[in-house]
């Protein structure tokens, strides 16, 4: 399993981001994905569900209106469209899946707010 992510980086307050994770090495559309992160001293939280079929997308409360998961299973890719940013979204944001027993996550993808 491996996922490669890109789309991090520094944007000011009020920006946006797309953050892309492509997997390989499993049935991708058979699986729920997922994206987490990690800020600063901070424990690893769930931001964004999206369903193997992209049905259903569920999100933290934090981050309702300003983020949209989706997925292009053609792609074996996940994406996390970020809105509105501001400092407090500022963290490593992972993407993951987990499979049987077992979790599988990406190298992670920086992001900081500042101006």
């Known amino acids: 399993v491996q996922f490669v992510e890109s789309g991090g980086g520094l944007v000011q307050p009020g920006g946006s981001l797309r953050l892309s994770c492509v997997a390989s090495?499993?049935?991708?559309?058979?699986?729920?994905m997922n994206w987490y992160r990690q800020a600063p001293g901070k424990e690893r939280e769930l931001v964004a569900t999206i369903t193997s079929a992209g049905l259903t997308k569920n999100y933290a409360d934090s981050v309702k209106g300003r983020f949209t998961i989706s997925r292009d299973n053609a792609k074996n890719t996940v994406y996390l469209q970020m809105t509105s940013l501001r400092s407090g979204h500022t963290a490593m944001y992972y993407c993951?899946?987990?499979?049987?027993?077992?979790?599988?996550w990406g190298q992670g993808a920086p992001v900081t707010v500042s101006t």
């Open positions: 090495g499993f049935t991708f559309s058979d699986y729920a």
């Open positions: 993951n899946f987990y499979g049987g027993l077992n979790s599988y």
